[in-house]
């Protein structure tokens, strides 16, 4: 009896303690308004053309939105924002205009295909085009020029001005793409 109650007592402890018992809240996405700075450079958002993106963040009200998608996977990819990020929503380019993104074409981040070193220009430097589908993004990387590239595959290395074009095509058809 005495080890019954005993366990009893720990299973309370046990689950408080557990990672596995944090509830992530699932967020929509939020409009863009049009003073809206962005979380890495500081620019107008709205100013810009090309896609944007925002964040939702774990334990934080804050929403950080970006400029442009390169921006936000600049901040996403730090290892000290990895593991603080819960969810991430980029504009669907195939359903909205290059030019002026519209805030109802937001889709999750995670699951969107990007293009990289598109000849379409972004805020600062080669964009990064964002797609909710693959045949998205390799019609418009036939039409734009750059690289198809899944969520994970997008690097810091990538986004660096050390990469060349070529080296991002190469990776791009080593990954089967």
């Known amino acids: 009896m005495k080890k019954i109650a005993f366990i009893l007592l720990l299973i309370p402890m046990l689950f408080a303690c557990s990672p596995q018992n944090e509830e992530l809240a699932i967020h929509d996405s939020q ?6 700075r962005c979380h890495m450079c500081g620019m107008m958002i709205k100013k810009y ?14 929403i ?4 442009s998608t390169r921006d936000m996977f600049n901040f996403v990819l730090q290892p000290e924002n990895q ?18 993104p519209e805030d109802d074409s937001f889709i999750d981040g995670t699951k969107a295909w990007y293009v ?11 964009s990064v ?4 589908s693959v045949d998205a993004a390799q019609h418009f990387a036939k039409e734009f020029g ?13 986004l660096g001005e050390s990469v060349s074009h070529t080296e991002v095509m190469s990776h791009s058809k080593d990954m089967g793409h």
């Open 31 to 36: 409009a863009i308004h049009d003073h809206d």
């Open 49 to 62: 053309p090309g896609p944007k993106g925002e964040l939702f963040l774990k334990n934080s009200d804050a």
């Open 64 to 67: 950080p939105k970006f400029c």
């Open 83 to 100: 593991r603080q990020v819960s969810q991430v929503f980029v504009h669907d380019m195939a359903k909205t205009s290059w030019e002026m």
């Open 116 to 126: 990289y070193g598109s000849s379409r220009k972004g805020v600062m430097g080669p």
């Open 129 to 132: 085009g964002s797609f909710s």
């Open 146 to 158: 750059g690289a198809v590239l899944a969520y994970d595959e997008v690097t810091l290395e990538i």
